[in-house]
């Protein structure tokens, strides 16, 4: 197998891999797990996320993204290595072609900072691309017309906000807040009324499970098993969505307002066309239920779910690595 070009969104949350012609080949947590002794990794991705929370003090499971950059340098590269690993042969003739996506906020040495870690992985080429531009691709969205559109893409670590236009990015806004605020919300809500500490995995269950942006008239419940701060023994506690909604309106509220400063800069002319076409929400936070109805409610522009909206970055990625010399240009390359 001879592979020449390899997409990959690197995630706060999750790390998703293109291959063209085969489409998404991977998709695992963007979670290492490292010895606190000599910093040696021992898992990456699905193994490593099975971990957290799970081990004995000389072990750590963490991720080694934050808010959409990276946090450890050394880590990230190895699991970069580890996916590309992953995707392309033991014995390779050729080194692949990378393109990478990175949140629309980051600072210069952010963006280095992510070359030179996918080119010691292994790449011949680092391609990045804004991750706002490549969900807008992945999302259909026609980003080289002389028109105006809008793309709202939310994923773990940030939420990005921009409107594109003859496939360049006009007005943009990215706020360090996403899933994994919205997690951390929502265990420190439960923490605080109910007196029940619970890890970042059983948080995110209950935001899948029930989760809403909306308060619901036919609230949903689960049951959420911790430890009891008062006893400090195992127990079962009954949440609402109403609950939930309540403990991540500070997150939400985040959001809104990087949604309202991006179409505070827009041009006139392209407010209009964002006006007549809608939002389109991308990134996996976009599937929180009623949260486009939320957008819509707040900011008086319609505001639609992509389809598949948690692949429109990976998706965007392959999109303009079959068509590099159209894309090549809004890539930073080394």
């Known amino acids: 197998m001879?592979?020449?070009?390899?997409?990959?969104?690197?995630?706060t949350a999750n790390t998703l891999v293109f291959v063209p012609k085969k489409g998404i080949v991977v998709n695992e947590p963007s979670v290492v797990a490292v010895t606190v002794e000599d910093n040696r990794v021992l898992a990456v991705g699905n193994e490593a996320k099975e971990m957290v929370g799970r081990t004995p003090e000389q072990i750590i499971a963490y991720r080694p993204m934050k808010d959409g950059v990276?946090?450890?340098?050394?880590v990230t590269e190895a699991m970069l290595k580890y996916f590309i690993g992953k995707v392309s042969p033991r014995i390779r003739l050729t080194r692949p072609d990378v393109m990478m996506?990175?949140?629309?906020?980051v600072t210069s040495t952010e963006r280095r900072a992510?070359?030179?870690?996918?080119?010691?992985?292994?790449?011949?080429?680092?391609?990045?691309?804004?991750?706002?531009?490549?969900?807008?691709?992945?999302?259909?969205?026609?980003i080289n017309?002389?028109?105006?559109?809008?793309?709202?893409?939310?994923?773990?670590?940030?939420?990005?906000?921009?409107?594109?236009?003859?496939?360049g990015v006009v007005a943009a806004y990215s706020a360090r807040v996403g899933g994994n605020r919205i997690d951390n919300a929502?265990?420190?809500y439960i923490k605080r009324k109910h007196g029940l500490s619970i890890g970042e995995r059983t948080a995110e269950e209950v935001k899948v499970a029930i989760g809403s942006a909306l308060p619901q008239i036919k609230e949903s419940y689960t049951e959420i098993k911790g430890r009891d701060l008062l006893g400090g023994l195992p127990k079962t506690i009954r949440i609402s969505s109403n609950d939930i909604t309540e403990a991540i309106q500070d997150e939400l509220l985040e959001i809104i307002a990087a949604v309202k400063k991006v179409l505070q800069e827009t041009p006139p002319e392209?407010?209009?066309?964002?006006?007549?076409k809608g939002m389109v929400l991308s990134g996996g936070s976009a599937l929180l239920r009623n949260l486009d109805k939320l957008i819509t409610r707040s900011t008086g522009v319609p505001c639609y779910v992509a389809d598949d909206p948690l692949l429109c970055v990976t998706k965007g990625t392959g999109i303009a690595l079959e068509?590099?010399?159209?894309?090549?240009r809004m890539a930073l390359m080394k």
């Not at 996506?101 to 906020?105: E, K, L, Q, Y």
């Open 114 to 142: 992510v070359v030179e870690a996918t080119l010691k992985a292994g790449a011949k080429n680092a391609y990045i691309v804004k991750e706002p531009v490549l969900a807008a691709i992945g999302a259909g969205i026609p």
């Open 101 to 105: 996506s990175t949140p629309a906020g």
């Open 2 to 11: 001879f592979l020449s070009k390899i997409g990959i969104d690197l995630g």
């Open 270 to 276: 392209l407010a209009a066309d964002v006006m007549d």
């Open 186 to 188: 929502i265990a420190a």
């Open 70 to 74: 990276i946090a450890d340098y050394r």
């Open 323 to 328: 068509n590099l010399e159209v894309y090549k």
């Open 145 to 167: 017309s002389a028109s105006g559109n809008m793309i709202i893409n939310i994923g773990g670590g940030t939420s990005e906000v921009a409107v594109i236009s003859l496939g």
